[in-house]
């Protein structure tokens, strides 16, 4: 019968027992067999109970819950446990101390938690049970990896209420004699009164007194950049009107000064204007300007993609991931109402110009007209090869409830309908652009038949809009050449009459023989939009666009009055002046929305592409501003954003994160758009110097050890040469907004304790621990192992001398 209590630590190991009757059976082998048996019951590690035992009282005295877990730990009634708890303060370290009611060391660091160590130090105390009272939030250690052998109990207890100042939201670069505004994060616990203390560089800022709410509240303040300086450190310090914890009550951050190139603006003499009574460095150019490479802070455009070579397009796209800026702002020739669909440069841009999902969409009815002269064919890729892919796109964003025709034109007997008015199903489509390849060139250039044809398509239906495009590359002949006989066909009245039975006319004339005065007559007297496609490349961008001009009313000409977006570039207030009209686009899903239109249609928007930076800006300063443009903070605004846009990367851009006791130090190296590897850097801080390591490319990255007195910055370093600085940032993990009360719980349930109510009766149940009889065991194994060979050494002698008297009687 096994004795009460007894445990096994390792019962696998008694499987060993029956190899023991495999000893060969030679004298004395029963003394062997016992011996190693005696072993393998000590390798199963059995243990008995142990009576008596003493309990360990684990107080925390951190900053994060002051007094609280001291007046909960003396508000227990301990008459119920066995004889005075052993107390011990724990904070950064853990202190033995005479009762509960002693004071707390002044040696005692109060300014961070260590679970895990209290644990240690109960356990090497020799306690058999420990009650824990804290707010079960540690910035040290991991507690759940130090859990020791016996019960731990817990009682939780609330953190102190505390108002922190979490971050300082700053920009990365700024330029001499600029002014820079800051925004300081609060989180508060409660409501307070909370005064905040700015300064930047030497300048000692005028104090901020407000009341905030519990929860987050930005505070703003603004300076203006020292000139002579290659850096501004801005700090600030919080108070607040209840007595809490002030180790979270300042933040610091560093701003590069760096002298900027000029903004480049293209179109837009307004905004050039606003920026230059701002200091801002504006250089106004032409489109002729954009070419490579841009040595410029920033490029503002307003105008038509048609202005621009694809090579120019490219260029501005790629510009702004190597690090520059580009903004467009509105006007009647901006955004979808200048062609800039689908163009590299609206790949960048805060917006995309395709409103589909933003407006309700009337039934369109709409036919091409489509040169299909014998000229179309000259080129490589052909002029009628691009205008089919066109027509394509013009096809693939068609609805289903659309009505797309398409009628390709040379002479009388070649002219005729592709594809007649149909819905633009799947079925519809498939055939559509099946019809669109077949398409090749035939005869001359006679516009009126398919003009006349396609207008009477269109007056037979009940569309809500009803339009048509004409494509050309050369002169039409229409009542004059050997193509065509009779009158000369007046098409403006013809254009004329059909927009006033509600059908609206665009023409494109592409190549340098296209009969660009008629065409651009019919546009005008049509209702529609005129393109000149000089380079013929364009053909298929100029078709998307203007099925989505047409089709798609882009310019909102009500007056709007935006909606101001928490953003941390812009602080706009809630209301704001009206604008007369803006151009409708849609936001893009990784942008940042600052001003709100109509139909959640953005006015004011950034992006960050690449290592660059983008901005749009949907109204016009120089027509359709309205009240807005008079609002006095607008120059202001724009000028910050204009040098937001400006900010050129650094080569090495470090931050600092404090992730508990260790700083997690970044640093990504890029240096004209390509990533700079290889680097041996090494990051410094208080006192400790940690080599880097290359985890991606052009990215960096450490684990400094943060210790409770180190200041300042975090330095990188190439050899002998600072290439970065990095102020810390992240929230003090002391008094980080964790579950307390669930690690607290998850201690007590994996060691065997109990949750204990505050102010209730502490009575545990004290074991005195248990005695591990393994070494007992292994020092029977041994006596039993001497004893089997003292009994050999006698044995010999014996059978010795037998053997002798039976040699002497031979």
């Not at 090579?311 to 796209?317: I, M, R, W, Y």
């Not at 065409?519 to 000149?532: N, T, V």
């Not at 202001?636 to 006791?661: F, I």
Request: no cysteine; charged share 20%; glycine share 10%.
């Amino acid at each position: 019968m096994l004795p009460a209590g007894l445990q096994l630590g390792f019962p696998w190991a008694l499987l060993a027992l029956p190899l023991l009757l495999a000893l060969p059976r030679r004298p004395w082998w029963w003394l062997r067999a016992l011996a190693l048996a005696l072993l393998v019951v000590a390798l199963a590690q059995p243990s008995l109970p142990r009576a008596g035992g003493r309990v360990a009282l684990l107080v925390d005295v951190s900053d994060s819950v002051g007094s609280g877990a001291l007046a909960a730990a003396r508000a227990l009634d301990l008459r119920g446990s066995a004889g005075d708890p052993e107390v011990f303060y724990l904070a950064t370290d853990t202190a033995h101390v005479g009762g509960i009611a002693s004071d707390v060391p002044s040696v005692l660091d109060t300014g961070a938690t260590d679970l895990a160590r209290a644990l240690q130090v109960a356990a090497a105390s020799g306690v058999s049970r420990a009650l824990l009272v804290s707010d079960g939030v540690p910035s040290r250690g991991n507690v759940l990896d130090a859990l020791p052998t016996f019960p731990v109990d817990t009682l939780t207890v609330a953190q102190r209420p505390n108002v922190r100042l979490s971050q300082l939201l700053a920009p990365e670069q700024a330029a001499p004699g600029q002014r820079v505004q800051v925004v300081a994060v609060v989180d508060a616990d409660r409501p307070a009164r909370v005064t905040l203390r700015p300064s930047a560089g030497d300048q000692v800022l005028d104090p901020i007194t407000r009341d905030v709410p519990a929860g987050r509240t930005a505070l703003p303040f603004s300076f203006q950049v020292a000139e002579g300086s290659p850096s501004v450190t801005v700090d600030a310090t919080l108070n607040a009107d209840f007595p809490q914890p002030t180790a979270d009550d300042r933040q610091s951050t560093d701003i590069t000064v760096r002298t900027r190139p000029p903004v480049l603006v293209i179109g837009d003499p307004a905004l050039a204007q606003v920026l230059r009574t701002q200091g801002i460095d504006v250089r106004e150019g032409t489109v002729a300007d954009i070419q490579a490479p841009l040595r410029v802070g920033a490029v503002v455009l307003r105008g038509s993609a048609a202005d621009f070579t694809p090579g120019q397009l490219q260029l501005l796209a790629q510009y702004v991931q190597n690090g520059g800026g580009l903004w467009m702002t509105g006007g009647p020739h901006s955004f979808g109402l200048g062609g800039w669909y689908r163009t590299p440069v609206e790949d960048v841009l805060p917006v995309t110009t395709d409103v589909r999902t933003q407006v309700s969409l009337p039934q369109v009815a709409m036919v091409i007209v489509l040169d299909h002269s014998q000229s179309m064919s000259a080129g490589s890729p052909s002029k009628l090869e691009l205008a089919k892919q066109g027509a394509v796109k013009v096809v693939e964003l068609a609805y289903k409830d659309d009505l797309i025709g398409l009628i390709a034109f040379s002479d009388p007997a070649s002219t005729g309908w592709v594809f007649p008015l149909r819905q633009a199903t799947e079925r519809g489509k498939r055939e559509m652009l099946q019809g669109i390849l077949d398409i090749s060139t035939a005869g001359g250039t006679v516009l009126g038949p398919a003009y006349d044809e396609a207008l009477n398509a269109l007056r037979g239906t009940d569309a809500a809009v009803k339009h048509v495009i004409i494509l050309s590359d050369g002169k039409l002949y229409d009542g004059q050449g050997p193509f065509s006989s009779g009158p000369v066909t007046d098409f403006e009245a013809e254009a004329r009459a059909a927009r006033a039975a509600g059908i609206t006319t665009s023409t494109i004339a592409i190549g340098e023989a296209a009969d660009f005065e008629r065409l651009r007559a019919i546009a005008a007297a049509g209702g529609g939009r005129y393109y000149q496609a000089l380079d013929v490349s364009t053909l298929p961008s100029i078709f998307t666009n203007e099925a989505l001009t047409a089709t798609r009313k882009l310019l909102v000409e009500q007056p709007t009055a935006p909606i101001g977006r928490p953003n941390a570039l812009l602080q706009m207030p809630a209301t704001l002046p009206s604008v007369d009209a803006y151009v409708a686009t849609t936001l893009r899903s990784d942008a940042q929305e600052i001003l709100e239109g109509r139909r959640q249609e953005p006015i004011l928007a950034i992006r960050h592409v690449g290592l660059g930076r983008t901005a749009a800006l949907t109204t016009d300063l120089n027509q359709w501003a309205g009240a807005f443009g008079g609002w006095p903070a607008l120059p202001g605004d724009l000028a910050t954003l204009a040098r937001w846009l400006q900010a050129s990367p650094l080569v090495y851009q470090a931050r600092a994160t404090r992730d508990g006791g260790q700083l997690q130090v970044v640093v990504d190296a890029v240096q004209g758009g390509a990533y700079v590897n290889n680097k041996d850097l090494v990051a410094r801080y208080g006192g400790s110097a940690v080599a880097m390591e290359q985890v991606a490319p052009g990215r960096y990255q450490a684990d400094v050890p943060f210790g409770p007195d180190a200041t300042g910055s975090v330095v990188v370093s190439e050899g002998s040469e600072v290439v970065a600085r990095a102020r810390v940032a992240g929230p003090d993990p002391e008094f980080a907004d964790a579950d307390g009360a669930a690690l607290m719980a998850e201690i007590a349930t994996r060691t065997g304790g109990r949750v204990v109510t505050p102010g209730a009766t502490y009575a545990p149940t004290v074991g005195g621990g248990r005695r591990a009889l393994a070494p007992y065991l292994a020092a029977a194994a041994l006596a039993v192992f001497l004893l089997e060979l003292v009994a050999r050494r006698l044995a010999r002698p014996r059978s010795g001398r037998r053997d002798e008297r039976s040699a002497g009687a031979a």
